[in-house]
């Protein structure tokens, strides 16, 4: 079921579809700058969590994205 | 302010280059060729007695009260049907044309009720003005002849009444309907003597095709099409000028009073955006405004299963501001956070973003025009370099190709609509790409070239086969694209591609190739082609990339920065476009200015005194997400109703529900107040002073037509809360508010108080370059400098059909309701409307045994609910429609998570579904969720 996939996963899956246009490492950059874009730090630190846990199901791109995201000092706990 | 009065100058203004000098009664005057000699005579002062004529209408030549002699002529024309020359003396009081009148108007009383001094159009009258002006002083005929004294009065329609008695049979209501509404319901019945006005075929008014715009009854010079209202309370004595609060047109009225009660709503024909026409709701709907469900003192309660219990002003304030750094204080600054609306002015949204930013301490501030236009903002930033539409309304009158993609402007943005029709009536050509066969596709005198019936959610495909026409059959506008653009060959290539051509993407839109190339090439091909949008494009999973890709097209032919063409986005809620601009979004602060830019921020900061964040925040969605996760626990609402216009309501409901503290300010307890602690009552449109922005970017003021019913202005509230928080804000009156806009928006720089009082209005961008606004946007380069084409490629969205759920459900709004109808649901319009239906197609509808009217359920993966059906081939097979007006319904319980890759917007225009035949017992999805239980106030 989709509605189980963690929301941040589905988003992030989403913005790698919709950038799969783009070349080779400009695409990770692309998703990278998107997510800082738009993303609030605690969204990124989620996504961060999933990929250094290895979740099932996350675009491979989106993987080489979260190498290029660093934490904020601002996600809080929770 | 005493009652306003427009001049009315009898014909139509005809603009034109060149002039034509006459002299009437010894006064010359230059007038634009083809004007009427009783234009020319009330623009040299004179004004020339008449009935059948006003300047909103084409002259009609048939009360022969407006006639005249001119030297060297024959005969008495009649001065609204005679164009001026030059040279001509006309004589407008002659013994002659004196005589006509007097026997003209002798006719019309012979066979008019004697009743002034007990009618309600007493005063406002034009037969009883015109029998003074032209001194009649008996009646021949006498009173006792065959006459229509007798005929019954049609009161079927909420708002006004009609009586026959009264009518002259100048068919001013029949053309208004017409020429001005362009919806033709109404008609001369019969000839001669037994000429009426007929709304159809011998129905009410309110079974007719009449739409009740009000323009028959502003046209009426008599009291035959009346305001109930004026029938009821008398005569109004004054006039405040404000803007509606209703769809994104933003139309000005003259609010008329009497001492303080609200008579009626007169649309305005100085308004930029509407010029004197109006739409059932801005006309006649303002009742909620003092509707008893209206809420006018501050609530408080511990536990959302804790009755309300009224407080003062002070206590509220304390309780928000206390327990929000409480929040705080426990889970960290960014736990908290507030939703602006786009129905409040800017003003408002501003100080709410302000105090957000500033006394929150973080960026967890969004507005509900996520959940409609975000991926306008997205899409227009990127390609042309500003979140906003290109034109002003009136450039629909130059347009020779208009082409309508996801809207029904008809329905959702009617006085828009109306321009729309005038132009198409005139020989434009339309192009509809939508999935239903919404009322513009054929129409009284509107046939459009193609409608484009495309299966929902495939978009992106279609703009991109148009794109493939253009790009492979050499319609590109070379010298525009190589002048004015960047990234064009990437782009072309792309769209180029074979899988890309209307062969290939038929089998996935469901469009025929043929049709698709036709409406591309008369998109390409035409002098000036336009495309206006809605949330059929941006509430998609690909909404930002459609917006993109309509960009790219009007780049590519050159149909950006000149009159009738451009992108326009038709804005759903009255201040979209000024929420967005007001620094709602979470990443940006006014103006769409990200709030990671170092030197953006620091004005901000210099400013309020505060260090701020350059971390985007929370958006609506992600909110829900983080409440549900524990890290968001505070949550200001500021006139929106989350918990039943936002997708998946169970989910919302959860979020809501796992919060400390949610705080509403609305004008009713609606759905979101069920999960309230607190509640602050907020004021209507008719009790603001400020501004709100329409969808072409037209900042419009709205005056308080009365205090508020509440003690508090909605930007003093908001003042007072960060205050409690410990960051100082005060105001004494909105114009400050847009001082501090002007101070820190170069968009905003030129804009105040009283530059919108001396213009009227003015559009963004108002600065030194343009003191006067800016009409059209992007003329000789594009606000990024070159317009960026980009590459759209086509993603499926994730909703799929399964043969479990094989229907897809797609929602809009219908024209006497509005949005989630907190407002309209309070006021006569639920005439039209009572309940949420849903359009299914009669294959669909046999299939499953259902017949018009039954009660059915429908469901999605993530929940169900019951509705009435309403058999339609509007709809292709496979495709239901719904509105989401009423809460009892619960449309959105449907609905699901999906939203726009970029923005988050919702996917409300595909959700995959079942529908089949419901129990009896079964009940609505808003009665499962609890909607009309209310907690009762203490």
């Known amino acids: 079921m989709a509605a189980a996939v963690p929301s941040e996963q589905r988003m992030a899956n989403q913005i790698a579809a919709n950038l799969r246009h783009v070349p080779g490492d400009e695409a990770a950059e692309a998703i990278a700058g998107h997510i800082r874009r738009f993303w609030d730090p605690r969204m990124r630190a989620r996504l961060l969590e999933l990929v250094e846990t290895g979740a099932d199901g996350l675009d491979p791109v989106v993987v080489a994205a979260a190498g290029l995201l660093t934490r904020s000092r601002e996600a809080p706990a929770g | ?938």
Request: proline residues 6%; aromatic residues 6%.
């Open chain 2, 1 to 938: 302010m005493t009652l306003l009065k427009e001049p009315d100058f009898g014909t139509p203004e005809r603009p034109g280059g060149a002039t034509v000098t006459v002299e009437v009664d010894g006064l010359p005057v230059t007038v634009p060729e083809g004007t009427s000699v009783m234009r020319a005579a009330a623009q040299a002062g004179i004004d020339i007695p008449k009935l059948c004529a006003t300047d909103s209408l084409e002259p009609f030549g048939s009360c022969r009260l407006c006639v005249v002699e001119i030297d060297g002529r024959r005969g008495t024309p009649a001065s609204c049907t005679t164009p001026v020359a030059d040279g001509m003396c006309v004589r407008t009081q002659t013994p002659k044309v004196e005589k006509l009148r007097q026997g003209v108007m002798e006719l019309y009383i012979s066979d008019h009720p004697l009743d002034c001094l007990t009618c309600s159009a007493n005063g406002d009258c034009e037969l009883q003005d015109m029998a003074g002006v032209v001194g009649l002083r008996q009646v021949r005929y006498g009173y006792e002849g065959e006459n229509h004294l007798d005929a019954a009065p049609d009161l079927s329609n909420p708002y006004f009444d009609f009586n026959p008695a009264k009518c002259i049979v100048c068919s001013r209501c029949v053309r208004a309907c017409g020429e001005v509404q362009g919806t033709f319901a109404l008609t001369i019945e019969g000839r001669g003597f037994d000429s009426k006005v007929s709304p159809g075929a011998g129905e009410s008014f309110l079974d007719s095709e009449c739409v009740s715009c009000g323009a028959c009854v502003q046209a009426c010079p008599t009291a035959t099409l009346q305001e109930r209202s004026v029938v009821e309370l008398g005569m109004p004595s004054r006039s405040v000028v404000t803007t509606c609060a209703y769809c994104g047109v933003g139309c000005s009225f003259k609010a008329e009073l009497r001492g303080d009660e609200l008579v009626r709503m007169v649309p305005h024909k100085d308004g930029g955006a509407n010029e004197g026409h109006s739409c059932v709701k801005g006309r006649f709907a303002f009742g909620y405004a003092t509707h008893p469900d209206r809420k006018l003192k501050p609530m408080v309660r511990e536990k959302t299963t804790d009755p309300w219990r009224e407080v003062e002003w002070d206590e509220a304030i304390r309780t928000v501001a206390e327990k929000m750094r409480a929040i705080q204080d426990a889970y960290g600054p960014s736990s908290i956070g507030a939703i602006s609306s786009s129905r409040c002015t800017n003003e408002e949204v501003y100080v709410v973003q302000k105090m957000v930013r500033a006394a929150f301490g973080n960026n967890n501030v969004d507005t509900c025009a996520r959940v409609c236009h975000s991926p306008t903002g997205y899409g227009l930033k990127q390609t042309f370099g500003e979140s906003a539409g290109t034109q002003d309304f009136r450039s629909v009158a130059k347009a020779d190709l208009i082409m309508v993609i996801g809207a029904n402007p008809t329905d959702g943005h009617p006085v828009f609509a109306s321009r729309m029709k005038k132009r198409l009536r005139e020989g434009a050509q339309l192009v509809v790409v939508d999935p239903r066969r919404i009322d513009l596709v054929r129409s009284p005198h509107i046939q459009a070239a193609h409608h484009l019936q495309l299966k929902p959610s495939t978009n992106v495909a279609v703009i991109n086969a148009m794109a493939h026409v253009v790009v492979t059959e050499d319609l590109v506008d070379r010298s525009f694209v190589d002048a004015r653009c960047e990234g064009f060959d990437d782009w072309a290539r792309f769209v180029a591609l074979p899988e890309n051509s209307p062969e290939a993407t038929e089998p996935v839109t469901g469009v025929p190739a043929e049709e698709l190339r036709a409406a591309a090439r008369l998109y390409a091909q035409a002098p000036n082609a336009a495309i206006y949008y809605g949330l059929g494009v941006t509430e998609h999973s690909q909404g930002s990339t459609m917006v993109m890709g309509m960009a790219n097209l009007a780049m590519a032919c050159g149909n950006i920065g000149r009159d009738g063409v451009g992108v326009n986005p038709l804005r759903g809620q009255n201040n979209v476009q000024g929420s967005c601009d007001m620094g709602s979004f979470p990443h940006e602060f006014t103006g769409y200015r990200h709030v990671s830019d170092d030197a953006v921020r620091t004005v901000f900061e210099e400013l309020w005194g505060r260090s701020l964040l350059p971390e985007p925040g929370l958006r609506i969605p992600n909110m829900f997400d983080a409440a549900i996760d524990g890290s968001f626990r505070g949550l200001f609402v500021h006139g929106e109703d989350i918990a039943q216009s936002d997708p998946n309501l169970q989910h919302v409901s959860a979020a809501l529900a796992a919060m400390d503290l949610v705080v509403v300010q609305d004008l009713f307890l609606n759905e979101t107040a069920r999960f309230a602690h607190v509640f602050l009552p907020g004021a209507s449109f008719l009790e603001k002073d400020g501004t709100f922005t329409n969808a072409e970017r037209r900042i419009n003021r709205v005056r308080a037509v009365m205090k508020p019913k509440t003690g508090k202005h909605e930007w003093q509230i908001v003042s007072e809360i960060a205050t409690a928080m410990g960051y100082p804000m005060a105001y004494d009156h909105p114009s400050q508010i847009m001082d501090e806009i002007a101070q820190v928006t170069p968009t905003f720089k030129g804009v105040s108080f009283e530059l919108l009082d001396k213009l009227g209005s003015v559009q963004w961008p108002c600065n030194d370059e343009a003191p006067q606004g800016t009409p059209t946007m992007h003329v000789d380069a594009f606000v990024r400098g070159k317009g960026k084409f980009v590459v759209t490629a086509y993603v499926p969205t994730d909703e799929r059909t399964t043969s479990r759920y094989p229907l897809v459900l797609t929602t809009g709004r219908i024209l006497s309701q509005y949005n989630v109808g907190a407002q309209t649901r309070r006021t006569g319009n639920v005439a039209w409307h009572p309940e949420d239906l849903l359009e299914l197609h009669p294959l669909d509808a046999e299939n499953r045994g259902i017949t018009d009217g039954d009660l059915v359920t429908l469901a999605s993966r993530v929940g169900s609910t019951t509705l009435r059906a309403r058999i339609s081939d509007r709809m292709p097979p496979g495709v239901v429609y719904t509105t989401f007006h009423h809460p009892v319904t619960g449309a959105n319980v449907v609905t699901t998570e999906n939203s726009d890759w970029a923005t988050n917007c919702p996917e409300y225009k595909v959700t995959a579904v079942q529908v089949g035949l419901a129990h009896p017992l079964e009940r609505h999805a808003g009665e499962s969720l609890g909607t009309e239980r209310l907690a009762a106030v203490d």
